[in-house]
């Protein structure tokens, strides 16, 4: 009698037979398939036809009928070369196939770039046919071609691993220098002060942690933590806690989003207090490899400081391995809302009698502090402490409301949590975002946008400011992600010759955020210049290239260039704008590497034909060189502006890459050679750019440079790059009686170039660099420089000039152009 297991195989072989016959029985046959295709191709012809033929009914033009036949036989072509290759490689043995197929998906899934993944597939690809062909059959069975195909495969194969590793080994390649600024930093604007804020304080620094006590893998926030803390239902922030990476990622921590807990590492001061409380929070990174610690640095400052510094634990909603099967995504609003619940159990502790934090919160001083992900979960946390609801779902009720006085963000990403499919906005909370050029996570100024859209509306002093760093990456402003910004682990495939040391890079850090938590929190105005000019105060900070861009609540736009479309207008009434002699005039959106900055800007660009010599003058200005009627200007004629005697002029600026002459090229040159007279042609390139060059788009100006840039690179051959020198120009005021006062923009700081950088190593071979607008703010005090012009009125100017008579040739950004107060220690 057959055995039970015999039946069950017996049952499930007449089934799977059944199956087949079935399948057999509605396949259809190559007849069938074939008159398929007929039918396609035929239907599929005859609307093609019909196609043209009624469009050239309709246009008339016989170029149609050519266009027709001729993509027709392309199109006929590409199908007969595809159709080739695909039996081709159908006749490739099927192990082959698999093998590399799946070589490739491995070379993905190890998150290596396609172009080395690729070269890494054919080098061994030539190494493995190479040695499988000398195993098996043997180097002397080989004819002659074999063996000189066989031996190309070792040396290339041999030789190209070598190479990429020797390649992989070095830490980068130079790039074109950014020049020097020898102009000396206007120390005479400011009232410096003496002692930099990244050295320690006089309070001793003491440290603990709080959380759950039930933390599975964290003993210091679980049953070693010295404070306990109730967990908290986050389930209406985090969507995507579920499936199998949300079950694997509760069975890893012990908890899931209902009951998020509130860890955190304290660094405070002791001693009686109230003190300062910033939050300080990290961003994404490998859930396991713990981000909370790395902010240890600033904890140890900060508190001997006297400031509380709370390192906030959010590792259990980063990133894992396992998120391929689909992880956590726009939760930056959960990270945003546990800082605030962080808040309110401050709050709690403050007010409870007999607890160590009793009395020891200053409430009225309150800041938050992050880092990538965390870094826009701080600007989102601002805005719900000031909303009653959540943005998402009002049955979600918010009454924080807490005395929020700054933020930071480091590095941070922007638009990861839009609320309403718009960007975060919050208002009369001060602001500082820092930024490094060589960051390879977010290699744009994300926060330059969030900057955009703080506004200042109450009559309380605020500011808000940017810090754009060169040699700065992303991770090195955190101890326990350091210098690979990669999410794999190989990072000799990032270029590190421009990197600055980590310890360099956090010092950095520590003057910035110090000194920020000083102005904001403890009212300490005479750090403000830091944050003007980092040449004011090089001491305290390493030598490299600083970016800044400051504006408080003080500040009065003349033109913000927001307005309207309108390129003569400005934002008060009655002002105008006009220009002479301008290359470029337009306004537009500004473009960073990945979005628009949320902001538009005056695009303005002048050019002289000058002999190299000319060039080269050490004259301070073009007088003499250029004509006076050629000098091009820029001009902004305002109704009177009755000003404090302590105003200042501000405005930003930025270089843009584009030609600064882009009539001189492209369809400019054809028009001008289909002109019967050569004089009209002159006329027409040298035409004022009001009536014309605005219609230059920014893309255009930009490729035509890139091919002025390519020409002068093959010219040089194997010269070494000189860096470009920084730009300058006049600023000219002129008062309500007519007195004017010029000044140079290098009085200040002459505007430094675009910063190219190369991220990658693999970039160098493919000759792709990126540089983004990154701007500067300037800053004129009108009392002290006056000085020059006693009879000059600095309390009712009429008119602003930008007078392009110090560099031959350029392209630079305007915005924020107004009037301030002068920064005092008061």
Known sequence: MPSIKNRIVSLYQRIYRWLQKQITRITPGSNALKGAAIGGLVLGGLFWLLFYFLLFLNVGDPWLVAFFVGFLLAALLAFWAGHWLLVRIAKLPRFFLVGISLAGFMFSLAAISRPIGLVLLGL??????????????????????????????????????ITLGIFYSKSGFDVKPISAIEEPAATDFFDLPTASPALKGPYTVKTLTYGSGKDLRRPEFGEAADIITDSVNGLAFIDDWSGFTGWWRTKYWGFDSRALPLNARVWYPEGDGPFPLALIVHGNHHMQDFSDPGYAYLGELLASRG????????????????????????????????LLEHLKQWHTWNQTDGHI????????????????????????AAMFNALPYYPDDAAQRFDYNFNLKGVVAIAPVDGQYEPGKAGTAFEN???????GAQDADVSSFAGSQQYERIKFTDSSYHFKSGLYVVGANHGQFNTSWGKNDLVGPFEGLLNFKQLLPAEEQRQIAEVY??????????????????????????????DTHYFNQFEDSETRLVSSFDEDFDLSSTSIPSGSISSENLTVWREEEIRLKWNKKGSRAAFVGWHYDLEEAEQDSTAETLSGIVADSAIARYTLDLPLQQLDSTAALVFSLAESKESSNPKSQGKWVANQENESED????????????????????????EEEEGEDDAEEKDAGDKTEKAAPPLDLTIQLTDSTGQRLSFPLSRFTPLKRQVEVVIAKVDF??????????????YFPLAILSASNPDFDPTAIRRIEFVFDRSPKGVIIIDHVGFTKALSTE
Not at 357 to 369: E, P, W
Not at 765 to 773: D, G, I, L, T
């Open 307 to 338: 400031i509380i510094l709370a390192s906030v634990d959010e590792n259990f909603i980063n990133s894992t391995l396992l998120d391929i099967f689909g992880g956590l995504e726009e939760e930056n609003d959960a990270r945003a809302w546990l």
């Open 429 to 435: 909370v001060d602001y500082l975002v820092m930024h």
């Open 765 to 778: 071979a493919f000759k792709r660099k990126q540089s983004e607008k990154v701007f500067q703010s300037y």
């Open 124 to 161: 061994s690809a030539l190494l493995g046919a190479a040695f499988w062909v000398l195993r098996k059959t043997g180097f002397r069975n080989l004819s002659i071609p074999k063996k000189i195909i066989t031996l190309l495969g070792l040396v290339i194969g041999l030789g190209g691993f």
């Open 679 to 702: 004089t009209d042609a002159e006329e027409a390139n040298n035409e004022n750019s009001e009536s014309g060059n605005a219609n230059v788009s920014e893309e255009e100006a930009a």
């Open 357 to 380: 934090f009793q009395g020891k919160i200053d409430t009225d001083k309150l800041a938050l502090i992050g880092h990538s992900r965390g870094g826009e979960a701080v600007a989102i």
């Open 513 to 542: 955020i110090s000194g920020f938590l000083e102005a904001s929190l403890n009212a300490k105005k005479e750090y403000l210049p830091l944050f003007m000019d980092a040449r004011l105060l090089a001491d305290w900070l390493p």
